[in-house]
């Protein structure tokens, strides 16, 4: 299969050729204002296993299906709980999936086999537009290979995609750079099952009281189930060890120190003095604290959204540049720090090196 890539800024036809080929049942890369999406018919139980096959994506792994309008939610749930109508009135269109129960239209190929469905609104205006014009609600999962980082630029779903998709649409790079934050809405109190841009203080002063599914704190435990199926996949994962090191000081929240930054530099010199390739990831506050190694930084540690803007392509060059092991500095947990340090802990396989427990 040949992959078309048309960028809408300069083909007025590109995102109508994407809808054509969604109405026949093909897989379409999709920006959205988080990462860009596989994009295919979500009632149409043959489409959805294309984007399956071209991810490479286990069957039990349900899809998060776009609307561009609210009224489309009733097509397939049966009813909106008032705690998502107030989530919806504040965050829709924005990075916001809830997981309401499905009706039988959304087939379970869509579903992953569960009764429920998530659904979102993306306020990206190719992917708004491109759902208009389908006329269907959109599944779309991030449009990496299984197992890499989530694409944050079109020429990422080149990488991953190229050859297995009909098109591709260019919108350029995405503004957040880190997936949705997920909400189940389903039972009583509304559950956080992936942390994002929309936080879970922005969720709390809405709704009031909101859980935390345990899958986001930390490893899960082999008998426990995580509510997203998505969450128990080691995701994001660089091909390279990463390893997370900080040094927590619980009274200012503060993860980063001279002490930090010096053990950084220990690390990443004994392994160059073996011959090995060392990625450093670190901030524009501390990028001149390292004098060895590939050191890239993520932006502004004073501006979160910088920093997850850029996380994923970082992860992505380091995988080009076929780092042996990659260091990198640690992150407070509050506000979209929480959706940041989801990524990066889950990068690591929740290998943390506390530089105060460690002497
Ligand atoms: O920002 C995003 O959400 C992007 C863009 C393309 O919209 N999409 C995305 O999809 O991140 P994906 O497939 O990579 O992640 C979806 C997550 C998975 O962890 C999946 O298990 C969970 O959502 N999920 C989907 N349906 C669910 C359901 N019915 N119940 C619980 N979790 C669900
Ligand atoms: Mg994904």
């Not at 096959?53 to 397939?76: C, M, S, T, W």
């Not at 190229?162 to 997936?179: C, F, L, N, R, S």
């Not at 889950?346 to 290998?351: D, L, P, V």
Request: with cysteine; hydrophobic share 40%; net charge negative.
């Amino acid at each position: 299969m040949k992959t078309t890539l048309l960028t809408p800024e300069t083909d007025e036809n590109a995102v109508k050729t994407a809808a054509e080929l969604i109405r026949a049942g093909e897989v379409v890369g999709m920006p959205t204002e988080t990462v860009y999406g596989l994009a295919a018919n979500a009632l149409n139980g043959e489409a959805v296993k294309k984007i399956f096959l071209a991810k490479g994506r286990p069957q039990d792994n349900p899809l998060i299906v776009h609307i561009a309008d609210f009224e489309q939610i009733y097509d397939l749930c049966p009813a909106v709980p008032p705690q998502a109508k107030l989530l919806a009135d504040a965050f829709w269109p924005g990075p916001l999936t809830m997981i309401f129960p499905k009706k039988d239209i959304v087939p379970y190929g869509t579903t992953g086999g569960l009764d429920t469905v998530a659904v979102r609104m993306p306020v990206d205006p190719v992917a708004n537009c491109l759902i208009h014009l389908a006329g269907v609600p959109i599944a779309a999962p991030s449009a990496n290979s299984s197992g890499r980082p989530s694409p944050t630029k079109a020429e990422h779903v080149i990488e991953d995609m190229d050859g297995k998709i009909e098109m591709i649409i260019d919108g350029g790079a995405v503004g957040i750079g880190v997936e949705s934050t997920i909400v189940d809405v389903s039972g009583e109190i509304p559950t956080l099952l992936r942390p994002g841009a929309i936080t879970i203080e922005m969720l709390r002063e809405t709704v009031g009281q909101v859980e935390i599914d345990p899958a986001i704190q930390g490893p899960m435990a082999a008998n426990v189930k995580p509510k997203a199926p998505g969450m128990k996949y080691r995701h994001y994962a660089p091909k390279a060890e990463l390893v997370l090191v900080e040094e927590k000081n619980p009274e200012t929240k503060e993860v980063i120190s001279d002490r930090v930054i010096e053990e950084i530099n220990l690390l990443a010199k004994s392994r160059l003095d073996q011959g090995q390739k060392v990625g450093i990831i670190c901030t524009e506050e501390t990028r001149d604290c390292y004098p060895q190694g590939m050191v890239r930084s993520l932006g502004f540690r004073s501006r979160p959204e910088t920093i997850a803007h850029n996380l994923f392509a970082v992860l992505r060059e380091f995988d080009d540049l076929d780092v042996d092991c990659i260091y990198s500095e640690s992150f407070s947990k509050d506000h979209l720090g929480q959706a940041i340090m989801n990524r990066l802990t889950k990068a690591a396989g929740y290998h943390i090196l506390d530089v105060k427990e460690e002497v």
